[in-house]
C-alpha cells in the first residue's frame, strides 16, 4: 500500500487551469482518469487525511504511485479528452459499465448500391441508418417481417444476393412479396432505394402518411372491383398497425428524446436510459457502475452522457435529453452534445405532464435493477474473496492471489505442441490478456521440458520490460496486480497540453505490450515434475516473489515446489473450485490451439508452396482433375489444359509435387480397411479433416 504523501506533487507545480489528470500505479498502468475545472483545487482534495476521503477514493489513492496531468484550453476539451483516455486505458476505478452486452439495432444499409434491412450490433458504420436499440434480436425480426409486406427492403446477404444475381432466380422472400427482388432486376436501384427511404421514414415516426395512402389505394381497388388487391391492402394496413402497437405511444407531440435515470446508493449506482423516438419508446438498456468517489448524481448523468453519445453523431444524438439532475457546470456538457449532434440539444429535468410521468417509470426501472444487480453480486463477491483467501492460506501466500496465471502444455501424441497462459484477476476471466506459444526450444514429446521453456519464455519478457521501464534499476520488485487497465510505460510528471493518448500502449515499434505484469501465482496443470520445471525456471532467472503450485488432475491434489506431500484441499471449497476453472480454461484455450494448428497442417497440400497460386486456381485445379491423386500424375500439358494456368505456373506445380513427401495411406476406422489413395485424398480435400488412424473417442484420448 503506497503513501499517498510519496508521490504528491509540490502546490507551485500543479497549474490553476482546466485539465484532465491520471493516477498511475507502481507498474505505470493507469488507474483513473478525471477532468477538473482547476487542476490545483481538485488534485489537493485527493491528497488530505486518509480517514477523510471515500472508501474507493482511499483504495484508489493508496494504489496509486504517481500522478500527471495535461492542461486544456476549454472544459470542453476537457470532457472530450477524459472520455478518450477512459477508452483507451480502461481505467480500474473509474466509472465503469457492468453490462457488457452489445445492443442490437435494426439498421439499414444506405451505404451500399441495394441497401438492406438487418440486426446489427458493435460500433456504428458511416452511412447506415439505425433504429434503437432493442433489448433483443427477435424483437427486431418481428417488427422487420411485419415491415416487409408493405417495404419489401433486401434483408440477404451479399453472398445470397450475388447468388441469385448469377442464377437470375430470387430468394423465398422473392417468391412470396416479402422481396422486391432487385437482385433479378424486379426493380431498379432508385426505384429499391425509394423503398428503404421508406422504410426508415415510418421506423422515424412518420407513419400516418403511408397509412392513409394505403387506405386510399384500397378503397380505389374495392371501387374498381379489384377486390383481392385490395384485400393484399387491407393485410398490409393491419401488419402496419400491428408494428406500431409493438411501441405504444409514451409522448403525445412526437417527441425524439432519451430519458436517464439513477438509482444511487454510497458505493453503486444503477442507470437506465429509454430512447424515446417519434413519441414512441424504442429501445431501452442499462447499466450498473461503481461510485469510487463522493460524487452526485449529476456527475454520473455526465459520465453516462460520455458514454452513450461520446461516438454518436447527426440524428443518433437527440434533440431532447431528459435527466434526473443537472450536470455541474451545465454549459460544457450542453455544448460538447451540440456539437456530436450539430444543432442545439436540450438537456434538462422533466417537471410535470407525460415525461415526468415517464421519467418515474424509468426511475422505477433503474431502482430495480440496482436491487437485482446486488443481489446478484453479494454471492458473487463474497464468493471470489473467499475463494483467493482460501488459496493464499492453502499455499501459504502473504496476500490473495489477486492475479493468477495458469499454464497448460498440450500435444497429439507429440506433434504440434503448443502451451497456453490465462490469467484470472480478482477471481474473474481476463482474456485480453492469455497468450499461445509454440514450442522451439526441441522436437516430440516432453510435458515438463515444455513448461520450462514457457516459463522461462514468458518470464524473461517481464524482466525484459521491467528492466527498460526502469523498475529493475530501483529494486523494487512489487506484485500488486489490484487493477485491470491497460499496461503502460513509464514517464515523468507532465505539464503539458498535447500528452500522447496512447503512452504506454504499445512498444517503441508500435506493437501491444505484452508480459509486462507479474501474477502473484504462478498454476501449472500437473504434478511435481511440472511444478518443478516451473520453479526452476523461475530460479534460474532470478524470480524469487512469485508462488508457483501444480494442479494434478486425477485426484484434483495442489502440489508445491520441494514438497514431498501435496496440499489436499476440501472438495467443497472454493479455492480448489476456483484453481480447477483457471485449469479447466488453460487447457481448453491449448487444446483449441493445438487442434487448429493440427487441422491447418492436415489441409495443406504442395498446391500452397507455389508461388502466386490463389484460392481460385486451386480449386479449379482439383475440379479439372477431381482429385489431388490425379493432379499429381498429370502432365505439364494437362495441366496446361486449366483455365488460367499457364506453362510456368504448371511447371512450378509439377516441381512441387514431385518434391513432397509421399502421402501415407488413411485407415477407414470403421471397418480397418485401407481406403484407397483417391478416395481418401478427396475427402481430405473436401473435409478439410484428417483421416487418420483410431476413433474420434481414441483420437481425444491422445490429445494431451
Same mark, same amino acid.
Given at each position: 500500500?503506497?503513501?499517498?504523501?510519496?508521490?504528491?506533487?509540490?502546490?507551485?507545480?500543479?497549474?490553476?487551469?482546466?485539465?484532465?489528470?491520471?493516477?498511475?500505479?507502481?507498474?505505470?498502468?493507469?488507474?483513473?482518469?478525471?477532468?477538473?475545472?482547476?487542476? +490545483?483545487?481538485?488534485?489537493?482534495?485527493?491528497?488530505?487525511?486518509?480517514?477523510?476521503?471515500?472508501?474507493?477514493?482511499?483504495?484508489?489513492?493508496?494504489?496509486?504511485?504517481?500522478?500527471?496531468?495535461?492542461?486544456?484550453?476549454?472544459?470542453?476539451?476537457?470532457?472530450? *479528452?477524459?472520455?478518450?483516455?477512459?477508452?483507451?486505458?480502461?481505467?480500474?476505478?473509474?466509472?465503469?459499465?457492468?453490462?457488457?452486452?452489445?445492443?442490437?439495432?435494426?439498421?439499414?444499409?444506405?451505404?451500399?448500391?441495394?441497401?438492406?434491412?438487418?440486426?446489427?450490433? %458493435?460500433?456504428?458504420?458511416?452511412?447506415?441508418?439505425?433504429?434503437?436499440?432493442?433489448?433483443?434480436?427477435?424483437?427486431?425480426?418481428?417488427?422487420?417481417?411485419?415491415?416487409?409486406?408493405?417495404?419489401? #427492403?433486401?434483408?440477404?446477404?451479399?453472398?445470397?444476393?450475388?447468388?441469385?444475381? +448469377?442464377?437470375? +432466380?430470387?430468394?423465398?422472400?422473392?417468391?412470396?412479396?416479402?422481396?422486391?427482388?432487385?437482385?433479378?432486376?424486379?426493380?431498379? /436501384?432508385?426505384?429499391?432505394?425509394?423503398?428503404?427511404?421508406?422504410?426508415?421514414?415510418?421506423?422515424?415516426?412518420?407513419?400516418?402518411?403511408?397509412?392513409?395512402?394505403?387506405?386510399?389505394?384500397?378503397?380505389?381497388?374495392?371501387?374498381?372491383?379489384?377486390?383481392?388487391?385490395?384485400?393484399?391492402?387491407?393485410?398490409?394496413?393491419?401488419?402496419?398497425?400491428?408494428?406500431?402497437?409493438?411501441?405504444?405511444?409514451?409522448?403525445?407531440?412526437?417527441?425524439?428524446?432519451?430519458?436517464? $435515470?439513477?438509482?444511487?446508493?454510497?458505493?453503486?449506482?444503477?442507470?437506465?436510459?429509454?430512447?424515446?423516438?417519434?413519441?414512441?419508446?424504442?429501445? !431501452?438498456?442499462?447499466?450498473?457502475?461503481?461510485?469510487?468517489?463522493?460524487?452526485?448524481? %449529476?456527475?454520473?448523468?455526465?459520465? $453516462?452522457?460520455?458514454?452513450?453519445?461520446?461516438?454518436?453523431? %447527426?440524428?443518433?444524438?437527440?434533440?431532447? #435529453?431528459?435527466?434526473?439532475?443537472?450536470?455541474?457546470?451545465?454549459?460544457?456538457?450542453?455544448?460538447?452534445?451540440?456539437?456530436?449532434?450539430?444543432?442545439?440539444?436540450?438537456?434538462?429535468?422533466?417537471?410535470?405532464?407525460?415525461?415526468?410521468?415517464?421519467?418515474?417509470?424509468?426511475?422505477?426501472?433503474?431502482?430495480?435493477?440496482?436491487? *437485482?444487480?446486488?443481489?446478484?453480486?453479494?454471492?458473487?463477491?463474497?464468493?471470489?474473496?473467499?475463494?483467493?483467501?482460501?488459496?493464499?492460506?492453502?499455499? /501459504?501466500?502473504?496476500?490473495?492471489?489477486?492475479?493468477?496465471?495458469?499454464?497448460?502444455?498440450?500435444?497429439? !501424441?507429440?506433434?504440434?505442441?503448443?502451451?497456453?497462459?490465462?490469467?484470472?484477476?480478482?477471481?474473474?476471466?481476463?482474456?485480453?490478456?492469455?497468450?499461445?506459444?509454440?514450442?522451439?526450444?526441441?522436437?516430440?514429446?516432453?510435458?515438463?521440458?515444455?513448461?520450462?521453456?514457457?516459463?522461462?519464455?514468458?518470464?524473461?519478457?517481464?524482466?525484459?520490460?521491467?528492466?527498460?521501464?526502469?523498475?529493475?534499476?530501483?529494486?523494487? /520488485?512489487?506484485?500488486?496486480?489490484?487493477?485491470?487497465?491497460?499496461?503502460?510505460?513509464?514517464?515523468?510528471?507532465?505539464?503539458?497540453?498535447?500528452?500522447?493518448?496512447?503512452?504506454?500502449?504499445?512498444?517503441?515499434?508500435?506493437?501491444?505490450?505484452?508480459?509486462?505484469?507479474?501474477?502473484?501465482?504462478?498454476?501449472?496443470?500437473?504434478?511435481?515434475?511440472? #511444478?518443478?520445471?516451473?520453479?526452476?525456471?523461475?530460479?534460474?532467472?532470478?524470480?524469487?516473489?512469485?508462488?508457483?503450485?501444480?494442479?494434478?488432475?486425477?485426484?484434483?491434489?495442489?502440489?508445491?515446489?520441494?514438497?514431498?506431500?501435496?496440499?489436499?484441499?476440501?472438495?467443497?471449497?472454493?479455492?480448489?473450485?476456483?484453481?480447477?476453472?483457471?485449469?479447466?480454461?488453460?487447457?481448453?484455450? $491449448?487444446?483449441?490451439?493445438?487442434?487448429?494448428?493440427?487441422?491447418?497442417?492436415?489441409?495443406?497440400?504442395?498446391?500452397?508452396?507455389?508461388?502466386?497460386?490463389?484460392?481460385?486456381?486451386?480449386?479449379?485445379?482439383?475440379?479439372?482433375?477431381?482429385?489431388?491423386?490425379?493432379?499429381?500424375?498429370?502432365?505439364?500439358?494437362?495441366?496446361?489444359? #486449366?483455365?488460367?494456368?499457364?506453362?510456368?505456373?504448371?511447371?512450378?506445380?509439377?516441381?512441387?509435387?514431385?518434391?513432397?513427401?509421399?502421402?501415407?495411406?488413411?485407415?477407414?476406422?470403421?471397418?480397418?480397411?485401407?481406403?484407397?489413395?483417391?478416395?481418401?485424398?478427396?475427402?481430405?480435400?473436401?473435409?478439410?479433416?484428417?483421416?487418420?488412424?483410431?476413433?474420434?473417442?481414441?483420437?481425444?484420448?491422445?490429445?494431451?
Amino acid at each position: 500500500m503506497a503513501d499517498p504523501s510519496s508521490y504528491r506533487p509540490k502546490p507551485g507545480q500543479i497549474p490553476d487551469s482546466p485539465g484532465v489528470y491520471r493516477f498511475r500505479d507502481e507498474h505505470r498502468r493507469v488507474i483513473y482518469v478525471g477532468k477538473a475545472k482547476s487542476l +490545483r483545487q481538485r488534485l489537493a482534495n485527493y491528497f488530505q487525511d486518509l480517514a477523510g476521503l471515500h472508501p474507493r477514493t482511499r483504495s484508489m489513492v493508496t494504489t496509486a504511485a504517481s500522478v500527471e496531468w495535461t492542461v486544456v484550453s476549454t472544459e470542453v476539451e476537457a470532457l472530450q *479528452l477524459e472520455y478518450s483516455w477512459i477508452k483507451e486505458y480502461d481505467p480500474r476505478f473509474n466509472v465503469k459499465y457492468r453490462d457488457d452486452k452489445s445492443y442490437p439495432y435494426l439498421a439499414v444499409t444506405m451505404n451500399e448500391q441495394f441497401p438492406r434491412v438487418q440486426v446489427m450490433r %458493435g460500433h456504428k458504420k458511416k452511412g447506415v441508418r439505425y433504429f434503437g436499440p432493442y433489448a433483443h434480436a427477435w424483437a427486431i425480426r418481428d417488427t422487420v417481417d411485419l415491415l416487409l409486406r408493405v417495404f419489401p #427492403v433486401r434483408t440477404c446477404s451479399a453472398g445470397v444476393f450475388k447468388n441469385a444475381s +448469377r442464377t437470375g +432466380r430470387p430468394c423465398l422472400l422473392g417468391y412470396i412479396g416479402k422481396c422486391s427482388a432487385p437482385c433479378v432486376g424486379r426493380v431498379s /436501384d432508385d426505384e429499391h432505394r425509394e423503398l428503404a427511404e421508406e422504410f426508415c421514414d415510418f421506423m422515424t415516426g412518420r407513419t400516418g402518411t403511408y397509412l392513409r395512402r394505403l387506405e386510399k389505394q384500397m378503397m380505389e381497388a374495392a371501387d374498381e372491383m379489384e377486390y383481392e388487391r385490395a384485400a393484399r391492402l387491407r393485410d398490409d394496413i393491419e401488419a402496419l398497425k400491428k408494428a406500431m402497437e409493438k411501441n405504444a405511444v409514451v409522448l403525445a407531440d412526437a417527441t425524439d428524446a432519451d430519458l436517464i $435515470a439513477v438509482a444511487e446508493d454510497e458505493l453503486e449506482a444503477a442507470v437506465q436510459i429509454f430512447h424515446v423516438r417519434g413519441g414512441r419508446v424504442r429501445g !431501452q438498456r442499462g447499466w450498473v457502475t461503481d461510485k469510487v468517489e463522493e460524487i452526485t448524481t %449529476g456527475a454520473l448523468v455526465e459520465h $453516462a452522457l460520455q458514454q452513450l453519445y461520446g461516438e454518436e453523431t %447527426g440524428d443518433s444524438v437527440p434533440k431532447e #435529453v431528459l435527466v434526473p439532475a443537472l450536470p455541474d457546470p451545465l454549459e460544457p456538457v450542453q455544448e460538447w452534445l451540440t456539437g456530436r449532434r450539430g444543432s442545439n440539444v436540450s438537456l434538462r429535468i422533466p417537471q410535470r405532464g407525460d415525461k415526468r410521468a415517464l421519467m418515474e417509470t424509468v426511475e422505477r426501472n433503474a431502482k430495480q435493477a440496482l436491487v *437485482l444487480h446486488k443481489t446478484k453480486r453479494a454471492s458473487d463477491l463474497t464468493t471470489r474473496s473467499r475463494a483467493l483467501e482460501e488459496i493464499a492460506d492453502a499455499l /501459504d501466500l502473504d496476500s490473495a492471489p489477486l492475479r493468477i496465471e495458469c499454464y497448460d502444455i498440450s500435444h497429439l !501424441q507429440g506433434d504440434d505442441v503448443v502451451a497456453s497462459m490465462v490469467v484470472f484477476e480478482d477471481g474473474l476471466q481476463r482474456k485480453s490478456e492469455y497468450r499461445r506459444f509454440q514450442i522451439k526450444g526441441f522436437e516430440g514429446q516432453d510435458d515438463v521440458r515444455s513448461m520450462h521453456e514457457v516459463i522461462t519464455r514468458r518470464f524473461r519478457r517481464y524482466l525484459a520490460e521491467k528492466e527498460r521501464t526502469g523498475e529493475w534499476a530501483d529494486g523494487e /520488485d512489487s506484485l500488486a496486480a489490484d487493477g485491470d487497465g491497460p499496461l503502460t510505460s513509464s514517464g515523468p510528471l507532465t505539464d503539458t497540453a498535447a500528452a500522447p493518448l496512447a503512452d504506454g500502449l504499445k512498444d517503441d515499434e508500435g506493437r501491444p505490450k505484452r508480459f509486462a505484469y507479474p501474477p502473484q501465482l504462478v498454476v501449472v496443470d500437473g504434478g511435481q515434475p511440472q #511444478v518443478a520445471a516451473a520453479q526452476r525456471a523461475l530460479d534460474e532467472l532470478g524470480i524469487d516473489d512469485i508462488a508457483v503450485c501444480g494442479l494434478a488432475k486425477r485426484l484434483e491434489e495442489v502440489w508445491l515446489p520441494g514438497d514431498d506431500d501435496p496440499v489436499v484441499l476440501p472438495r467443497t471449497s472454493e479455492g480448489l473450485y476456483l484453481l480447477q476453472r483457471v485449469r479447466d480454461e488453460a487447457h481448453r484455450f $491449448a487444446i483449441t490451439y493445438q487442434r487448429t494448428k493440427r487441422a491447418k497442417r492436415f489441409r495443406s497440400s504442395p498446391l500452397d508452396d507455389v508461388p502466386g497460386l490463389g484460392e481460385t486456381r486451386k480449386q479449379a485445379l482439383i475440379k479439372h482433375f477431381g482429385s489431388v491423386k490425379k493432379l499429381r500424375s498429370a502432365t505439364i500439358d494437362q495441366i496446361c489444359e #486449366v483455365p488460367g494456368i499457364g506453362r510456368k505456373t504448371a511447371e512450378t506445380i509439377a516441381v512441387a509435387f514431385a518434391q513432397a513427401a509421399p502421402v501415407a495411406p488413411a485407415v477407414n476406422t470403421a471397418t480397418g480397411e485401407i481406403m484407397e489413395d483417391e478416395e481418401s485424398e478427396t475427402t481430405a480435400e473436401t473435409s478439410g479433416e484428417p483421416v487418420s488412424a483410431g476413433t474420434p473417442d481414441e483420437r481425444r484420448g491422445q490429445e494431451r
